[in-house]
DNA sequence: TTTT
DNA sequence: TTTT
């Protein structure tokens, strides 16, 4: 069918790190859930209420695929511009189960991380503090330890 | 949760002619499945190849659901812009299953029909004339002779 | 700056042919202008008002460009996709002017036309009638006598 | 003209705090000016390099023009959705000039607030405690001295 | 599962 | 004028 269009743009918070997939062709591929919401207040109990939406993520596009791997982790902030696909797939049943995902094709779509680079070290957290368990610190992805990325940051 | 977007931006053909539920609370929904689809020429075999997605749509604004209503039939083609939704059900086997839909909400989302207006098989009309004052017709969908809607088309 | 987005959707007739401009580094460069409208009704009078609103869009896109120059033409509904981008330019006077366009970057960008298909050809307006002037054929640009483009039809 | 779309999206930055006018007709309007760029790398020169675009917003939707008010402020991140509209205006030479703004109308449009909520001024607060009961203050821009606001905050 |  |  000519002239069609498939958009879809999200901007939401990721619920856990993206999982990516190494397939056995060579390429990449990354998936998270990302979460919007809504509130608003209720007409009659005038409750606050809120819905949250979790919307899956499939990046086949591979410098967004690099992008999502290297920046993305859970809590992160995005902004994501796919579109939509329905994937069939066979429940241990045997029934047909759908599924809809939000699809980042090759040279196709968009990711763009929102949050605010980290100004550098939070020293002042660990003045005196135990927070044993917590990270000495809390930047993007990239740890020190792969320390890498000399290239091009996209965002 | 705050600062999040979810849109969904669709262009494309209904399947069928859209389906209008009126609930005991006297407000209408309207519902649609409309088609995107995408071709590409198969690199290996240089075969043309063509995937087409359907979207399920639902209005609840009650404006655009009065839009669909009237104007939107089989093989419209349509912009909509509304929000992703994944609801629940429970199959006839008891087991839970989700389906994703695309939402315009009260006050939310649009719609638009693409087509152009019709020239209302104009063909007879213009037999032997000279159509120098113009088409007797270029309106939209509603007929003259079936007057109606003497308010605001949308569109 | 980081973590930005600039993004334009327009879907809207042109009021010309594209303009077409070989540049001596061999790419091409589309230009039109294409317009939107709304129409409401006054409230205070209750006549209908309607307001145009012009764009200029430009094509830096290769694969873009060829699709306008080959199949948009004067009066094509269009949906466009690009960035905003406002360009300074010297007037005769020697002041400085500002000109807002829609730009769609090399790799960046959508463009597809929204006209149906046009049903082969409309043999009945000949039929008797003089329209001396009026093409033959309403047909989308390719024309039988340039006949072919044998590739990818992007839409 | 019928079945048109104009709309833009935009993820920036502000470069000052939004001006606030009050309209001889009990109305108000928010205006300011948001940055976005795009960064890429010189192919010849290996250098990397900037452009910044501005795009001046105007916001006639009430709702919205409180958010703006309230909660953006110089630096604020910000997601804007609105319509072209080119303005006609008269320069001081009595020639004819145009401005290109992105407008919110009543009943249309979207502005949220991207910036993470500001944990104000954690430092302080953190030195040498154990943080157990969380930050005293997760609240956005309305600060507990002017503790208004009692009612919804749409982001 | 995120976020507020 | 923002931001990185």
């Known amino acids: ?8 743009i999200i901007i939401g918070h990721l619920g856990k790190d993206p999982e990516v997939t190494n397939t056995s062709a060579g390429s990449k591929i990354v998936r998270f ?3 919007t919401s809504e509130t608003w207040r209720d007409k009659a109990s005038g409750e606050r209420k809120e819905r949250t939406e979790w919307h899956n993520v499939v990046i086949f596009n591979e410098g967004l695929a690099d992008v ?3 920046y993305l982790k859970k809590g ?3 902004y994501v511009e796919g579109q939509l696909a329905t994937r069939k797939w066979q429940a241990q049943d045997g029934t047909d189960r759908y599924s809809t995902e939000i699809v980042l094709k090759t040279f196709r779509g968009e990711l763009t991380l929102l949050d605010r680079a980290e100004r550098q070290a939070p020293s002042e957290e660990s003045y005196g503090t135990t927070r044993s368990s917590a990270p000495a610190s809390t930047s993007a ?3 020190p330890v792969q320390p890498a990325f000399d290239d ?3 965002f």
Chains 1, 2, 3, 4 share one sequence.
């Not at 069918?1 to 879809?8: D, E, L, Y």
Request: hydrophobic share 35%.
């Open 76 to 78: 992160s902030k995005a």
């Open 1 to 8: 069918m000519s002239g069609t269009v498939n958009k879809v």
């Open 152 to 154: 091009d940051i996209p």
């Open 33 to 35: 859930s990302i979460a």
């Open 68 to 70: 999502a791997e290297r």
């Open 141 to 143: 992805k990239p740890s």
